[in-house]
C-alpha cells in the first residue's frame, strides 16, 4: 500500500484580489516543491471563476505534510502572503486505501 497523503486545497480571493493571489500561491508551490517529503505540489486556476485556484499536493505521509505546515516558507509566502487574501478555503487530505483496487 502507498503510504503517500494526497491534500486538496480549493481557495479563493476577492475578485479584485485576483491578480496578486495567483503569483502568491506559484511563490508558495514552487517553494514547497523543494521541501523532501513533498513529492508534488500544482497550482490551478478556475477557468470561470479567476480569484479561485486549486492546489494537488502529494506528499510521502504525514509527517512530510506537518513539516510542510511548520516551514520557514510555509509562515512566510502561506500565513503572510496568501492567507490575507483568502475569502473562501477548503483544504481536504486524503491517504490510500486498500478497500479500492490499484489502477492497473
Do not use: N
Not at 506559484?26 to 490551478?44: H, I, K, N, W
Request: charged share 25%; with cysteine; proline share 9%.
Amino acid at each position: 500500500m502507498d503510504p503517500h497523503v494526497l491534500v486538496v486545497a480549493d481557495v479563493s480571493s476577492s475578485p479584485q484580489d485576483a491578480e496578486k493571489f495567483g503569483p502568491a500561491l506559484q511563490a508558495l508551490a514552487q517553494a514547497c516543491r523543494t521541501e523532501p517529503g513533498c513529492l508534488s505540489y500544482d497550482v490551478f486556476q478556475s477557468i470561470e471563476q479567476p480569484e479561485r485556484y486549486v492546489s494537488i499536493e502529494k506528499y510521502t505521509d504525514t509527517a512530510a505534510f506537518a513539516a510542510h505546515r511548520d516551514s520557514d516558507h510555509f509562515r512566510e509566502i502561506g500565513l503572510a502572503r496568501v492567507m490575507p487574501l483568502v475569502i473562501r478555503r477548503d483544504v481536504q487530505m486524503y491517504g490510500p486505501t486498500s478497500d479500492i483496487p490499484a489502477a492497473p
